[in-house]
Structures are given as C-alpha cells and as structure tokens.
C-alpha cells in the first residue's frame, strides 16, 4: 500500500536559524529525542548531495539515509532510505521551510511517501507521522530554545572553541586606508585593530576581496557614499571568526561571502552585518565567491532589468572586464548573440573565449554604431549594457532595435547624462539606471541569485577569470583597471 505521511508546524525562530540546524543531514542526534548517535559515511560533510548518513536509534535499529538533493535558497531537501530494519519500502522525504511574513517565525513542511505491507500500513503510518516528525519538531523546538538559552554565541561546539579562542577582543589586522581623493598612489596599507562584532554583525578573517569598479570612484572622491579617511571596497570573502548577540543562522567557522553598499572590505579582517552575508556552499571557491557583486548584477540585468529572450541580441561594453566576462558567459548560456566593446585584441580573443560572438575592438575612429548595424543585419541589439555615462550613450540608444532597451549601469567620471525622452519615443525605446544594492534590499532576491550564480560556478557554465593581487598592492591592482589592462576581475588576497 502507497502512503503518504504529512505533518507541519510554525517554529518560533528565523528560518535561517532553522535551517542552519536542519541543511546538516549529519544533524539528527543533536536534536531529534529518537536518533542516538548519527554520523556521515566517508566523513563527507552534511550538506553533500549524494552523502549517505548512519544513525541509530535509541531502540538500538540501525539505519541509512541518502540526501538526494538540497537547495539553500528554496531551503529544502530531499532524501530516501537505503537500509531499514522496517519495511518502508521506496521512502522519499522532504523537508521544505518557508519564512512566515513577520520573518522570525518558520514554516516547516515535513512530508513522505513510501510503500508498506497492507498489514502494516497503519502502524508505520503513526510511527513516522508521530515518533519522526512530530517528535522531531518537538526535538528541534527544544534545541532551538536550549540554544537560544546559551550565552553569545549560539553555536556548534568547534565554533565555541573559536570564540573561546579570540575572546571577543580586539584583533591586529592591516587594512587599506585612502586618506585623501586621488591616484592609485592615495591607498597604503596600514596597522588597525578591529572590534568586536556588533549585535547584527559577524566579525570575518577574509580571504578575498573583489576590487569593483566603484572603488576607484569612491577613491577619486566622484561619486558618494564614501568617507575621508576610509577604507574602500564593498565585497569579500572569508571565514566568520565571531558573532554579535543577535545574529542567528551564522557560526564561528561558516565560509561566507557579503556585499554591502558600506565600503571597508579591503582589509584581513572586518565587521560586517550579518543580514549582508550568504553561506558558501561546497564546490564554491572564494576567489569565484568574490565574484558575487559582478556576477549577481548580470542575473539582476539578464532576468529582471530586461528579461532576455533566447535568440536576442545584447552589446556589453567593455565586455572582456569583470562585469562584463562573467555576463557574457551568462546571456551565452541563455542563447543570446553576445556583442561586446574591447580596447585590444588581445581582449577580443579573451572575450570571444568566454561567450561573446562578436568583440568589436573600439579606438577612436571606430565606426561603433556602423559596426553594430553591420553585424545585427540593420536590426540593432534588444538590449545594451552601457557603463560609460555620458560618453557613448547616444550611440547606445541609436544601436537599439525597435523597443530596445539600453542598461545604464555605471559611467566612468560622474558626469550628468542629458537624454531626450522623445528621442525614445521615437522607436519605443526605454532607458534604465539600474543600482544592484536597490533590488537586493530584498535578501531572499539576492540569495535566489547568488545560488544561480553558484550554480554556473559548480556546472562550469560560467569560469571566472581572476587576476589576483596582495592585499598590500592594492595599489597596482586599481592601476591596473585604470589603465584598461584587465581581462577578468581583480581580486585582492589578503595576509600579503
Ligand atoms: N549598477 C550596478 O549595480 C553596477 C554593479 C557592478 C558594476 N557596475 C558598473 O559596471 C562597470 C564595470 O564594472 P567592473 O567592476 O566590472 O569594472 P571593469 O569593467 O573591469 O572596468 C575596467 C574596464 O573598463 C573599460 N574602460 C573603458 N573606459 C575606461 C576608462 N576610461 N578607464 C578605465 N577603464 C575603462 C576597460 O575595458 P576596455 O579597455 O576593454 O574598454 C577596463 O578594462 C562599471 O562602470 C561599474 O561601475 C554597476
């Protein structure tokens, strides 16, 4: 007989919390009443797809499990049953949670289905609907308030022997300090200490810092959000060191990577606000990780900004830089025709390695609009990805096709950008500014990106190009970008 078990309940803690406890499929003797002892075979870790975990239960029956499939940013899993001393038979469960509107309570949705002997259907129907999932719930309800009730923070044990560790204190750390607008030459290393996280904050040993674009204009004193003497840079990567009392969902140990429109990310060790963080799953490295600014903004344009169709046309400009590698890599994966402006053609051959059809090499005298016309057959491209401001934007609406639309999403000195809105009208054309941090104030958004992006990552669809530069020449690594010499994101490594 075909059965399916369902049980759900609100659990009174964020659902990153939640989640923190149950994506470790390795987790159950922590917190459920009826698993004595459970540890993963192989000694994969917890959230490995294709991990088999053992466990007994406290009536001594052995058992394995195998997690089949798990999603950070849909929060659930899947798993069957290998070897049972009881006789559920093709057992497939799924865990899902949802967040409840007011955001510090969880949805938990526990379900199965399996096959039984007629004879026994009823029995074990009760057992995994009553003594699995409903003193499971119970089980982790109880965990999750036994933690609540320990001092800061609410952590794993080896993540109580880090904390223990740094005490809190105050830590040594070398961070990048422009003291007045300028050059490269304005940035220079200097001794800091760094505080202890505040209450949303978690304090992280970084290991790779993305150098943006907005950096350099932040050290130029052309743009705002960026204040004398500060440390620039709004991503990084690295490993948690320690918690601020409120944090939940977060533990000494756990490999994040953040962005914050507050600069300060060059340096080995911040703070950062926790709510900025997203746990990095395995098979992600941090140096792809620091890629999560540039490569969230071409998802951000790609599904939202212009919702690309499969077989349209779209010019990225400068697109062998960092932005502009990782989108063209990602609108060829979609099945657009990837045009791009290069300065070289050494970057025309990087480019058209990583996705763009046709790099047109731009120099002064460069007939860009005629050169676009030519390659789209007179049509003009749907969508234009235009980051130098003023400079170019009239060739970028004249290159539209019909209904075309033109991405600004940065400019290179700050200066004003006059448009003439009839000009639009003319042929339907619509013109957007887009700022990644506006759109991912919604934190689940940004997840649902990070984790396609990390998806790319994992299946190669997309490969990162990184030029990489101690943290102490952050110097030569913004010179590098000034002076166009880039192929791929620039990437800071600290501890050098
Ligand atoms: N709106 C948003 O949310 C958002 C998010 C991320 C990035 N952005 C913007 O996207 C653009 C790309 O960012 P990125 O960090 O990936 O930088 P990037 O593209 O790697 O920037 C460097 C490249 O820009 C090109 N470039 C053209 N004119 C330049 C000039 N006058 N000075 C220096 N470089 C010039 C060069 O390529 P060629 O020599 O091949 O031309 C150079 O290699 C920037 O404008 C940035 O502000 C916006």
Not at 247 to 276: E, H, K, Q, W
Request: include cysteine.
């Amino acid at each position: 007989m075909k059965i399916t078990v369902i049980r759900s309940a609100v659990i009174d803690a964020p659902i990153n919390r939640v989640w923190a406890v149950l994506r470790d499929f390795g987790s159950h003797d922590r917190w459920h009443p009826a698993v004595a002892r459970s540890r993963m075979e192989n000694d994969v870790d917890g959230d490995v797809v294709g991990g088999v975990r053992r466990f007994s239960l406290t009536d001594g029956a052995e058992l394995r499990e195998q997690l089949l499939r798990l999603s950070d940013h849909e929060y659930t899993f899947t798993s069957c049953i290998l070897d049972s001393p009881l006789p559920l038979f093709d057992y497939v469960a799924t865990i899902r949670l949802k967040p409840v509107t007011d955001g510090n309570h969880t949805f938990w949705d526990w379900r199965s289905q399996f096959r039984a002997p007629d004879d026994r259907a009823a029995e074990l129907e009760n057992l995994v609907g009553q003594q699995v999932y409903e003193a499971g719930i119970t089980g982790l309800r109880r965990f999750l308030a036994e933690q609540e009730a320990l001092p800061r923070p609410t952590a794993p044990e080896e993540a109580t022997a880090v904390l223990a560790a740094v005490g809190g204190e105050q830590l040594p750390s070398k961070a990048v300090v422009v003291a007045a607008t300028g050059g490269p030459e304005v940035m220079s290393l200097r001794d800091v200490t760094v505080a202890a996280p505040g209450l949303r904050q978690v304090r992280i040993r970084q290991t790779a810092i993305a150098v943006n674009y907005q950096d350099i204009k932040h050290r130029r004193g052309i743009c705002a959000g960026f204040e004398l003497p500060g440390t620039p840079g709004m991503e990084g990567v690295g490993e948690i060191i320690d918690v601020g009392e409120q944090v939940n969902g977060l533990f000494p140990g756990d490999r994040v990577v953040y962005m914050s429109r507050t600069p300060g990310a060059y340096a080995d060790i911040r703070c950062v606000d926790a709510d900025a963080c997203i746990r990095l799953p395995d098979g992600v490295s941090d140096m792809n990780a620091a890629m999560l600014l540039k490569g969230v903004t071409g998802a951000l344009l790609l599904s939202r900004v212009f919702r690309a169709a499969t077989g349209a046309t779209i010019m990225i400009q400068a697109v062998a830089g960092g932005v502009g590698h990782l989108l063209s890599q990602w609108a060829k994966s979609m099945g657009l025709t990837v045009l791009g402006t290069v300065s070289t053609t050494e970057k025309a051959k990087f480019s058209r390695d990583r996705g763009c059809d046709h790099p047109i090499l731009v120099t002064d005298d460069t007939p860009l609009a005629a050169e676009v016309m030519r390659i789209t057959n007179g049509r003009g491209v749907d969508y234009w990805v235009h980051s130098s401001g003023a400079q170019g934007i009239d060739t970028a609406v004249a290159c539209l096709s019909l209904c075309g639309h033109c991405a600004v999403i940065g400019d290179r000195d700050g200066r004003s950008m006059p448009l003439d809105v009839n000009v639009l009208k003319q042929r339907s054309l619509t013109v957007s500014a887009p700022v990644c941090f506006d759109y991912f104030d919604d934190r689940s958004y940004l997840e649902r990106l990070a984790h396609q992006l990390f998806a790319k990552f994992q299946s190669r669809m997309i490969i990162p190009a990184i030029e990489a530069f101690p943290l102490s020449q952050a110097t030569k690594a913004h010179h590098r970008i000034e002076s166009r010499q880039n192929m791929g994101a620039v990437v800071l490594t600290p501890g050098g």
